[in-house]
C-alpha cells in the first residue's frame, strides 16, 4: 500500500502501530488504530490503550493521524470519547 499512490494509509486494531511505522518508512500517513472497544472500558483502560498507540506510532511526532481502527460504535458515552482524544493530546 505504501507504493499505490496513497497518501494515508488506515489501521485497524489488530496491526501492530511500530511494524507499521518501520514498513511505511514515511512513506505514507499512517492513521489509526485503537480498538473503538476500548471506549467501553474505564478512563484508565483508555489511557493505558492510547500511551501504547501513541509509543507505537513513535510518539506521534510526524505522519500519523489519532483515531479509533474502525468508526465509534453505537452506544458510546461521548465524553468517554472527548476524554480518549484529550489522552491523545496529553
Known amino acids: 500500500l505504501c507504493d499505490s499512490g496513497y497518501d494515508v494509509v488506515g ?7 511500530a ?3 518501520r514498513i511505511a518508512r ?3 500517513t499512517l ?3 485503537a480498538d473503538p472497544g476500548v471506549l467501553y472500558g474505564s478512563h ?10 501513541v509509543k507505537g506510532f513513535g ?6 493521524i489519532a483515531n479509533l481502527g474502525h468508526g465509534i460504535t453505537p452506544g ?4 468517554d470519547l472527548k476524554f480518549f482524544f ?5
Not at 489501521?11 to 502501530?17: E, K, N, T
Not at 484508565?44 to 498507540?53: A, G, W
Not at 458510546?76 to 465524553?79: G, I, K, R, S, T
Not at 484529550?86 to 496529553?90: D, K, T
Open 19 to 21: 511494524e507499521a511505522v
Open 44 to 53: 484508565s483502560s483508555i489511557r493505558e490503550v492510547v500511551e501504547k498507540m
Open 59 to 64: 510518539g506521534g511526532q510526524q505522519r500519523w
Open 76 to 79: 458510546v458515552n461521548p465524553d
Open 86 to 90: 484529550e489522552e491523545i493530546h496529553r
Open 26 to 28: 514515511g512513506r505514507v
Open 31 to 33: 492513521q489509526g488504530n
Open 11 to 17: 489501521l485497524d486494531w489488530l496491526q501492530d502501530p
